[in-house]
Structure formats: C-alpha cells, structure tokens
C-alpha cells in the first residue's frame, strides 16, 4: 500500500482534520527534499568521476559533477546542462566543451585531455583535475559571472564549536548492514536507543552517509514513549511519520546539508527526563532497481549532561493550499500563523532560527512578523531563492512572539517555464510554501500552525476561521454520514445539519472547500440534503423518508448534486 493511500485512509476513518494536521509534518519533511534526477552512477560515465575537487574545499571531492550541489542533488551547473544536453554521455562534443568558460576543456579538466576515454577505461591522468562546471580561479574576475551560482563556496565540513568541548559525548546511530530493495523508491525505520543513565541535551546532529548512491534523505525522530509494534532489532518499512509517540522531529539530513548545531540555549532533552528511544526514517532511492546494493547510513549525535537553558522545538508556518497557474512570472500565495491562533499559545514564543522552504518554481519571499500593535519586524526576506541553497537566518538576540501578534510567510513564484497548474504536494514538480522556525520554550503540540486557504490551523488539534464559529460547524458535520442514513427528513439528519447551517460556516468558499477536502463523505451529504431546490433533471435531491442511503449511493448521487449547487451554498 502506497503512503497515498495509507494516508487516504486514515483521513477517511478518523476525525479527519486531526489525523490531518498531525501528519502534515511528516508530509513536509518527507518533501523537504524533492525527488531530484541525481544518479550516482553517472560518476561513472566521465572520466575520474568520483575524483573532481572541490574548489571551496580541496581536501574533498564533488560527488555530484554536473549539480550545484556538492552532493549531486537538485539544479544543474553549466557542465551538467551540456552533458544533459549531449545525451547524458562522454563522447568528443561533450570533451571538446568548455562548459565553465575558464578556458580549459572539459576534457582537459577531467584528465582526458585527447578526448580518447570511454566507460570502463583509465583516464589519460587523474592528477591536476580541476572541476568542469566551475570556473577556475574561483575568486578571480573573469569568473565572477559564471560562478554566480556558487554563492560564498562555503566549506563541506560540519562546523560546531560546541562538539569540541570535553564533556560532550556523541553516539552514531548506524542502520545495520542492510541490502536496498529493487524499488525505485523505499522508506525505511530503524529503532535505537542511546546509552545514557542520566539526563542530558543533545546539542548537534552529523549526517553519517555510507552510500551516496542510494541515500535520498534521512529523518530523526524522538519518541516520548516506546513504540509499540515497532521491531527492535531489524530495519522494517515505515512510509510517512512514525505514530504519535514518536512525533518530535529532532535530525534531518538531505544533499548539501553538513548537520545541526543547535544555538547555545537549546538542547533536545533526553534521557529519563526527556526522550530515550529514536528512530532513524532513511529513503533510499534506487531508480535503476539494482539488486546489489547496500547501505549502512545513520546519524552522529552530540550530547552533554551540561543541560542547556531551554528546550527548543521546530514549529512549521505557512500555506498547505497551493494552485500556481502555469506560464506566470510572479503568483504570490501568503500563510500564516494567526492571531486567533498566537492566543492560544501558552506563554510567549522566542524565535532562534528560520529557514524559507519552496520547491522549484520559488522565486523570492519573505517571514514577517505582525505585533498586535500593528507595527512589524522582517525576520528574513530572500530576494533570490534557491531551493538546492537554502538561506539559514539566525538570530543571536531570539525573536519574541507574543500572544495576539502574527508570523506571515510570503512565498513568490515563477512558473514561466510551466505548461499545467502547479498545485502543493510531495513532488520536485509540487509547489511548498513554509517557514520553519526554531524556537523555545518547547510547547506540546505546536509543530505546525498554519493555513489551509484562510483556514487556519492552530495546532494539532485547533481549526478556526475568522467569519464564523468553525468548531461548532465541524462539531455538527462529523456525524452527519450516520444520522442521515435512514433519510434527510429524519428529525436527528434535520436537526444536525439545521444546526450546523446555523454557524454560517457553509457561506464561505474556503471553508467549502476544506469541508469537501477534509470532510468528503460529509460534504456530499450535507449539499444533499440541505437545499430544496429545483432538482437536477433525473435526480432528486431530497432523500424518501424511510430510505436507507449506502455510502456508494451518497457519493454517485450527491456528487452530482454538489456539482450543481455547491456555489449556491
């Protein structure tokens, strides 16, 4: 079963907007890192692939050639646009180019100086590489304008000055030896558990790759109480999130990120006055389906029984409706975490860090923060964004968010290049627009606030809209399947759907729309049965007293209805 349909189904066979909301994280992180056309075995398809030097950091290499990352994940540099273009093989064109425009050769940069290499052989030389997609010297003038794209050449080494102090301790947390299934796509978990008596913080996390080939992403999760059902010794497949137990998303790792260094106030508390079982979440993708690989990735954390002053935790903002129309050089969609919703929260909300996230079609945006005394403070504004170079703002003095103020994220896209409407989803295709926030003191709940359209979506538990009583109105549509089953004149499906009408929740379109997408079986019933109007020809929409409706006859029936008289609600 698919992570479609296993999400399909629990939306369908619980309250809906719960189960929602509380998988709406996992979602995200899952998307956080868009499948990507990155194979690892196309290092084997230029000469001294798995030898290119890194020009920002000559003690290593360029594992991804023709990408912008060093990792080989996302946009392309100018040496994997002409090999793109030269059918993705190594053949004269592509060696006689001079793809970085420094005015040496790709072949000349990858040791094959004569262009007499092909797949299999040993290059002319595999001394004096240079990288054929960045233009050498790196810092000079010439190449100022073709290396655009490279931004500060930023280092590839895990930098936290924090790890080094003697009383912090570390753990790597490594799945065992583990063959890859011939899938082009899998998920799977795996169980651990930190050898610590006492109470401590962890205050890094380091990626620990074994195979880049195959590794796509990795997720860490900490679990407030043992999971049950859960292997404790193998790897075993696990889809999107990993129950409630094990909600608090504390590591992640994707292409170009080096690991987590968590600001000098925070820690994630474990031990037995926090978390002490984790699981480890790594998708691997293997698009070939080859038979023979394996992996044994996983994750380094660094601990210290010195705990830190606040327990922090990462909180998502933004919008989870998204409808770009294609060929447009500027749509604008907005998210927020309002002020209905900032209310709720049970003491003030400081701000440590924050980081932008869209997908392709991002073109530029913006976190604000609104005070409710109508003055506000930008809290990072990206003119350029690039979603393979994600702009990390931190903040040395947090960020206060009081009760009643509001965080706006704006989100700008470019879709010129697009035929068809972009919509939200998990894809690199998809579109995103989210801000996620590090901050303390850590509220229970709080990992997401948002919009779904004007919908907002406090917590895991909170939806609320500012023209009507939206609790109430979902309150009364929740059971509407089962009182109106023997009829819509039955005095209970009457008296329900009277009261739910009565909210005035139904007059707007967004909240329509959410009904319909949250409330599907609900939604159809509820346009069946409330209005007398003219009836469709053929069908009539008021329901025979004494008729019992299956849900098959509510969704054929009612949907032509809805399509009908859903904009005269």
Known sequence: ?????????????????????????????????????????????????????????????????????????????????????????????????????????????????????????????????????????????????????????????????????????????????????????????????????????????????????????????????KPRGVPEDKPYRCGMGQGNTCSSLIGLWGPGILGQCLSNQLGFRIGPEGLQTFIIQIHWNNPMEETNLTDSSGMRVYYTSQLRRERGEIMMVGQSNLEIPPGKDNVTFYGKCSASCTTLFTRPMNITASVLHMHLLGASGSIILHRKDHTKLNLEIVDKYDYNSPTIKEYETPITVMPGDHIEVKCVYDSTGRGTTTRWGEGTMDEMCYAFLTYYPQMEGYNYCGQWKSVDMCDNNALLHETCDLPTFIRYVRPVVSVCAAGCTASACADTIKKAMSTGCQRNPDVRAFLLAFFPTEGYVMAYCAYDQ???????????????????????????????????V
Not at 94 to 109: F, K, L, P, T, V
Not at 192 to 212: G, L, R, V, W
Not at 539 to 546: D, G, M, V
Request: glycine letters at 6%.
């Open 1 to 225: 079963m698919s992570d479609r349909q296993t999400m399909l189904l629990l939306i369908l066979n619980a309250p809906r907007y719960q189960v929602a909301l509380a998988l709406l994280p996992f979602v995200v992180m899952t998307t956080l890192f868009p499948r990507v056309v990155s194979y690892s075995s196309y290092r084997s398809s230029i000469p001294n692939g798995d030898r290119v030097p890194n020009p920002c950091d000559s003690t290593t290499v360029w594992n991804g050639v023709g990408h912008r990352s060093t990792m080989g994940a996302g946009l392309l540099n100018p040496f994997g646009n002409d090999f793109r273009l030269n059918g993705k093989v190594w053949n004269g064109t592509i060696c006689q180019q001079d793809s970085d425009g420094d005015g040496y050769s790709n072949g000349y940069e990858l040791g094959d100086p004569d262009c007499t290499w092909s797949t299999g052989q040993t290059p002319a030389r595999a001394t004096q590489l240079s990288h054929p997609g960045i233009c050498d010297p790196v810092g000079s003038a010439k190449c100022t304008h073709m290396n655009s794209w490279l931004g500060n050449c930023a280092s590839t080494k895990f930098d936290c000055p924090a790890i080094n102090d003697p009383n912090v301790k570390n753990y790597t947390m490594r799945f065992p030896r583990t063959t890859i299934p011939a899938e082009e796509t899998t998920y799977m978990c795996y169980r651990f558990e930190i050898p610590s008596n006492s109470t401590s913080d962890i205050i890094a996390i380091e990626p620990y790759i074994d195979n880049m080939k195959v590794i796509h992403h990795m997720l860490l999760y900490g679990c407030t109480d």
């Open 534 to 568: 003219p009836p469709v020809t053929g069908i009539s929409n008021r329901c025979p007293p004494r008729h019992r409706l299956s849900h098959a006859s509510i969704f054929l029936v009612a949907f032509l209805v809805v399509a009908r008289r859903l904009m005269m």
